[in-house]
């Protein structure tokens, strides 16, 4: 009769401390790139709407003659 296979872990390997910490800080880095990232990107599409506000009155200005 064969012997029954002993269970294999299948949870990952515990984290210690430092590796935690060291995650945590890593994500922290990449969540205030992702708010500077944010921050540069509003003032280009806010100046995107506004050059598409402007053609659209001017469409309708135009096109109302």
């Known amino acids: 009769m064969p012997q029954p296979t002993p ?20 994500a922290q880095a990449e969540a205030e790139e992702a708010k ?5 990107i509003t003032p280009i599409l806010s100046a995107i709407a506004a050059m598409c506000m402007v ?3 001017l469409g309708f200005y135009l096109g109302g003659k």
């Not at 299948?10 to 910490?21: D, H, N, S, W």
């Not at 500077?36 to 540069?40: E, H, I, L, V």
């Open 7 to 26: 269970p294999t872990d299948t949870r990952p390997a515990r984290r210690t401390r430092a590796e935690l910490i060291t995650l945590i800080t890593e």
């Open 36 to 40: 500077d990232r944010r921050k540069s």
């Open 55 to 57: 053609a659209l009155l």
